[in-house]
């Protein structure tokens, strides 16, 4: 019999945990109908499995639907005529393995495969996706009403590239992510860092500082494997300083600092032809080389970016190297001294901006 088994991915994560969950069971429950016509165990076991099925899509529809709800999802009742149509069609399979003519096994496992496919692939994607384009609209809404044309010309004097942002001060944008936090319906990671995506993706100061708070706040629960997910924000959708910093500062130097085994991929990123990858590769490290920690790769990192062109890379590994000499001078300086002649001066002012007065001459003294 050709494989119809389901395998769960992340393609199939809408991003509410329970409904994921009870999805991810449900596949299971599939699967074990599988393993059963596999085995020829013939259909009366075939028949309690589908049983049990059909009673837990039941028990998920019904929270699916307070979701709905919940959200105020306009398409409701297509999707409840969705979930109406299928057990009524699955009630009908289940009548005929009680008759003298059962159904065809094979043909319910097919309809079982496509229907949740496409369910949750198409259907349960679109409620989802409302759910987040509402949040968005509110968040950017209340960005604008609290935005002047002062405040964005006042902003856009700190980069040297023309960014998208509304004219809104920092401070209240931090009030609207923690307000906006605290009234979302489900707060679960997947959820967030679809949110997060989604804020990214808009490319507007302001949008992406919202996203790095909500970020921010799932600290606890990070995993190694999401440094996939950072990587690809970093590179997709970051186009500034600020939002690099902002990012990398606070959730990229928790993950680098709970898995140091992942410092070997920010090395890999100062070879990206991204200057902001490449400026997240040391800007990452920044919080943990406060308290000293990984020396010697940050040296190894800065060394690999020691003839960056971009002074933003530039100053981002001077700004970790003077960070650093906070608990490492000697060493700081010593790296500084036997690379001077090749570090760009920008990065070399950044790296001596805390050492003494005497060091800081015999570093800048281009004839020593």
Not at 169 to 187: F, M, R
Not at 290 to 295: E, I, M, N, Q, V
Request: glycine share 2%; proline share 2%.
């Amino acid at each position: 019999m050709k494989n119809q088994r389901l395998h769960w991915n992340t393609k199939f994560i809408i991003g509410n945990e329970i409904l994921d969950k009870d999805h991810n069971h449900l596949f299971s429950i599939y699967n074990s109908l599988y393993d059963c016509i596999s085995a020829e165990k013939g259909n009366n076991e075939f028949a309690e499995i589908l049983s049990a099925m059909t009673d837990y899509s039941i028990m998920h529809f019904s929270k699916e639907e307070e979701y709905m709800q919940l959200i105020k999802y306009p398409h409701i009742k297509i999707h409840q005529k969705h979930h109406k149509d299928y057990i009524r069609r699955v009630a009908m399979f289940n009548h005929k393995f009680l008759s003298d003519e059962p159904a065809a096994s094979r043909d319910v496992l097919s309809f079982l495969k496509n229907w949740w496919t496409e369910h949750i692939l198409v259907q349960d994607k679109k409620y989802e996706s409302y759910k987040r384009k509402t949040i968005i609209e509110i968040i950017t809404n209340r960005i604008i009403a609290v935005s002047s044309e002062e405040n964005k010309k006042s902003s856009q004097r700190f980069f040297k590239e023309k960014i998208t942002l509304h004219g809104a001060k920092t401070a209240e944008v931090n009030k609207i992510a923690s307000e906006e936090y605290k009234s979302l319906i489900n707060k679960d990671k997947p959820g967030i860092f679809s949110l997060a995506e989604d804020l990214f993706k808009i490319q507007s100061l302001e949008e992406s500082f919202v996203a790095c708070n909500w970020v921010y706040r799932k600290r606890k629960e990070f995993r190694k494997e999401d440094l996939n997910i950072f990587e690809k924000w970093i590179d997709s959708y970051i186009n500034n300083w600020a939002t690099c910093d902002t990012f990398c500062n606070h959730t990229m130097g928790i993950v680098v600092d709970n898995f140091p085994e992942l410092i070997k991929e920010l090395k890999r990123w100062t070879l990206s032809d991204n200057l902001w990858m490449r400026r997240a590769s040391v800007v990452s490290l920044i919080v943990p080389a406060r308290a000293g920690k990984f020396k010697d790769h940050i040296f190894e990192i800065c060394s690999l970016l020691l003839n960056d062109k971009e002074d933003m890379v530039q100053k981002g590994y001077g700004w970790l190297l003077k960070v650093l000499s906070d608990t490492h001078m000697k060493e700081v300086y010593e790296f500084i001294i036997s690379h001077k002649r090749s570090m760009p001066r920008t990065a070399l002012r950044y790296a001596i901006e805390k050492m003494p007065q005497e060091l800081k001459e015999k570093a800048m003294d281009k004839k020593a």
